[in-house]
Nanobody
Framework: QVQLVESGGGLVQAGGSLRLSCAAS????????MAWYRQAPGKQREMVAG???????SYIDSVKGRFTISRDNGKNTVYLSMNSLKPEDTGVYYC???????????????WGQGTPVTVSS
């Protein structure tokens, strides 16, 4: 069984920085795509950034130039470095791993439990 453990969220002032981490623990063979989503209060969940196993990245426009997604395939871990944070970045951030393959078989998509990020003005 594979589980995602997130860390790094918290309270920060506008203009500050945070780094989120998400580690996949368990019987992981390969994770094809790793992404970060966020859900602000009263809003739908949206994908903030994503990264393929080959290193291709994508970002929503509102975070381009401020956020950087990276991953360590050897550790099955994905990171989200967030700089120049704004109050509108506030929300619960979720790690998402797609097309996860374990040594026991194909697992599909897996979600983390979420870590809250609050940016004060």
């Amino acid at each position: 069984q594979v589980q995602l453990v997130e860390s790094g969220g918290g309270l920060v002032q506008a203009g500050g920085s945070l780094r989120l981490s998400c580690a996949a623990s368990g019987n992981v063979f390969r994770i094809n795509y790793m992404a970060w989503y966020r859900q602000a209060p009263g809003k739908q969940r949206e994908m903030v950034a994503g990264m393929t196993s080959g290193g291709d990245t994508s970002y929503i426009d509102s975070v381009k130039g401020r956020f950087t997604i990276s991953r360590d395939n050897g550790k099955n871990t994905v990171y989200l470095s967030m700089n120049s944070l704004k109050p509108e970045d506030t929300g619960v951030y979720y790690c998402n791993c797609r097309a996860v393959v374990s040594y026991s078989g194909y697992l599909g998509d897996i979600w983390g439990q979420g870590t809250p990020v609050t940016v004060s003005s």
